[in-house]
């Protein structure tokens, strides 16, 4: 009795030729997502870049993994290609968990740790008076109630950042933030309106505010913000901070007349 086997067990490791498909892969992203953001503004071209991006997205799709399908039924692959793809699958999936694994560690470690916590003992004195142990929070309320829910007051943090990115940005003298500040120079109407959307506490902040500021900023420079334009706007600036301050990113967008 004899058994056939398909293992092919050259050694070599198959290079596929330069493929044209990443390239249409980045124009179908491209077409995409400028379409979806063009067709949510109600340009008239948006849908049709959008449904353009998605058509080609579906053309580099079929053809890249037809190419990889073809070449695997063709014997172009050996026991390395296939030891290669599976294990690059197998860290694939393993990220992908890790990844969830993260995100509801620190869901676990916001309801059952760190709530308790801050209502427990001189941390509830000391960090957020009135706050309650529950899940969803029920916020830093008063024992009266009558006070409206926030989650974070504007003073203390957030102060604490705009006053440090205003001086390094070189906006004020270094140590002269909080005169900056106090005399009007950040508010509507001032020499440097800052935030003019409302900022993360008033307008939204989903956890990733920096997309949203460079969305207000295009808004200005194209004179779209109605009550809160800000007049003769030709110069945007954009930052961000992370990680503790560790981390910053920042944007200088300006209109043609700048250039």
Known sequence: MSQATTTRSFDHYFVPEPSKY???????????????AMWLNKVEAGPWMFFSGLAILIYMLFGWFG?????????????RVDASF?????????????????????????RVLSVPWLASGDN???????????????GPYTPSRADPFTP??????????TLLLLEDLGFCPKGDGGRFVGDGHIAPG??????????????????MYGMFLVVEAVRQLR?????????????????GSGMVLSCMSTAVLGTEATL
Do not use: D
């Open 22 to 36: 990443p390239i249409f892969g980045a124009v179908a992203l491209l077409l995409f997502g400028a379409g979806a």
């Open 67 to 79: 190419q990889v399908v073809r070449e695997s039924e063709s014997g172009l692959y050996g026991q």
């Open 86 to 110: 599976r294990w690059s699958m197998g860290w694939f999936i393993f990220s992908e968990v890790m990844f969830f694994a993260a995100f509801f560690g620190a869901l676990f470690y916001a």
């Open 124 to 138: 509830e004195a000391l960090l957020w008076q009135g706050f309650s142990s529950a899940w969803p929070s029920s």
């Open 152 to 161: 974070m007051g504007a003073w203390g943090i957030p102060a604490i950042n």
């Open 190 to 207: 001032g020499t440097l309106p800052v935030n003019t959307n409302g900022g993360g506490l008033s307008y939204n902040h989903p956890g």
């Open 223 to 239: 004179g779209e913000c109605g009550p809160r334009q800000v007049p003769g706007a030709e110069i945007a600036v954009s930052h």
